[in-house]
């Protein structure tokens, strides 16, 4: 088993306009942290393959310090599963902020996979998730409907991927890609609830396909769930080659987020009907999702940072 930590001190940019840590610079310090990990086991490069969680359980604010810490769980021929945990420092107390699990794949210079040296033998629990991985994405590339039709509420998000936003080896690095994800989604919540929200977490992501330096990035979100102060937000993500056309599925995943007020306390929100049998079967499944990640939040929140 192999560790890494490192720290990040709140700054005004690294914050919204009331106060907290954007949810997207949250996650994007997540996946930075486990990918400085999976840099020293892979000795060269490697993408994130997908994302089992990642919850944002406490707000950071202006001022603080989170220490972030990854930890290898589990490798297979050419790919690590890393768990990360946020810890929040105020003054002498820490207490856990937000944790995740994701896998990486080691790539060579043409991005193909490539053999990890590092061996940390999985257990029986590491070897179901990785199945339920290749299921998940088995399922998301067989999905080819674009999730904006026949959904009620919905906004699409378009962007040029400069080499700001990538590795050396042409990719868009997938911190930067939370962070746009959060933005984009995160507008998408503003918008229905016509107010503040905060993000909660995103649920599992599979990466089909990378998103390459000078492609245009599509992200489809819409609304997929609504409860009395939350809600849950789904996204597309595509890569689109300017000079071709051609529109490459990326990834398909969901934000959570709560409404709040001025004062920072959950608000209700209105109830959203399903206005296609589409729809009404995305909230269907995304219902049965919520009850399985809320339950898993649960438990998780029992972690300690130590």
Same mark, same amino acid.
Request: hydrophobic share 35%; aromatic share 8%.
């Given at each position: 088993? %192999?560790?890494?930590?490192?720290?990040?001190?709140?700054?005004?940019?690294?914050?919204?306009?009331?106060?907290? &840590?954007?949810?997207?610079?949250y996650m994007s310090w997540l996946i930075d942290t486990a990918g400085v990990?999976? =840099?020293? &086991?892979?000795?060269?490069?490697?993408?994130?393959?997908?994302v089992d969680y990642l919850f944002l359980f406490k707000p950071a604010r202006?001022?603080?310090?989170?220490?972030?810490?990854?930890?290898?769980?589990?490798?297979?021929?050419?790919?690590?599963?890393?768990?990360?945990?946020?810890?929040? !420092?105020?003054?002498?107390?820490?207490?856990?902020?937000?944790? *995740?699990?994701?896998?990486?794949?080691?790539?060579?210079?043409?991005?193909?996979?490539?053999?990890?040296?590092?061996?940390?033998?999985?257990?029986?629990?590491?070897?179901? !998730?990785?199945?339920?991985?290749?299921?998940?994405?088995?399922?998301? =590339?067989?999905?080819?409907?674009?999730?904006?039709?026949?959904?009620?509420?919905?906004?699409?998000?378009? !962007?040029?991927? %400069?080499?700001?936003?990538?590795? *050396?080896?042409?990719?868009?690095?997938?911190?930067?890609?939370?962070t746009m994800l959060d933005e984009a989604l995160a507008i998408v919540a503003?918008?229905?609830?016509?107010?503040?929200?905060?993000?909660?977490?995103?649920?599992?992501?599979?990466?089909?396909?990378?998103?390459?330096?000078? #492609?245009?990035?599509?992200?489809?979100?819409?609304?997929?769930?609504? *409860?009395?102060?939350?809600? #849950?937000? *789904?996204?597309?993500?595509?890569?689109?080659?300017?000079?071709?056309?051609?529109? !490459?599925?990326?990834?398909?995943?969901?934000? =959570?987020?709560?409404?709040?007020?001025?004062?920072?306390?959950?608000?209700?929100?209105?109830?959203?009907?399903? =206005?296609?049998?589409?729809?009404?079967?995305?909230?269907?499944?995304?219902?049965?999702?919520?009850?399985?990640?809320?339950? &898993?939040?649960?438990?998780?929140?029992?972690?300690?940072?130590?």
């Open positions: 088993m %192999y560790k890494t930590e490192t720290y990040y001190s709140v700054f005004p940019w690294h914050t919204n306009h009331f106060g907290s &840590l954007h949810g997207g610079i990990l999976m =840099s020293s &086991l892979s000795q060269g490069n490697y993408l994130l393959a997908s202006l001022g603080d310090v989170v220490r972030v810490v990854a930890t290898s769980k589990a490798t297979w021929r050419t790919s690590v599963e890393i768990e990360v945990r946020g810890c929040v !420092r105020r003054g002498e107390s820490e207490e856990l902020g937000a944790m *995740g699990l994701m896998s990486y794949v080691a790539v060579d210079e043409n991005n193909r996979p490539r053999p990890v040296t590092e061996v940390i033998e999985p257990d029986e629990e590491a070897q179901q !998730r990785k199945r339920k991985r290749l299921e998940r994405k088995r399922s998301v =590339s067989e999905d080819t409907q674009e999730l904006l039709p026949g959904m009620t509420f919905g906004r699409s998000y378009v !962007r040029t991927i %400069y080499p700001e936003h990538g590795f *050396g080896n042409g990719i868009l690095y997938a911190g930067k890609m939370y503003k918008l229905y609830t016509k107010g503040n929200t905060f993000t909660a977490g995103a649920g599992s992501a599979d990466f089909l396909v990378p998103v390459k330096i000078g #492609d245009i990035l599509e992200i489809q979100g819409a609304v997929e769930y609504t *409860g009395n102060s939350s809600l #849950d937000v *789904g996204a597309k993500l595509y890569a689109i080659n300017h000079f071709t056309g051609v529109k !490459r599925l990326v990834s398909r995943t969901v934000f =959570s987020f709560v409404a709040i007020d001025d004062q920072g306390k959950p608000r209700s929100i209105p109830k959203l009907e399903p =206005s296609s049998e589409y729809e009404r079967k995305v909230m269907e499944q995304r219902v049965k999702e919520r009850e399985e990640r809320l339950k &898993l939040a649960k438990s998780l929140q029992q972690t300690t940072c130590q």
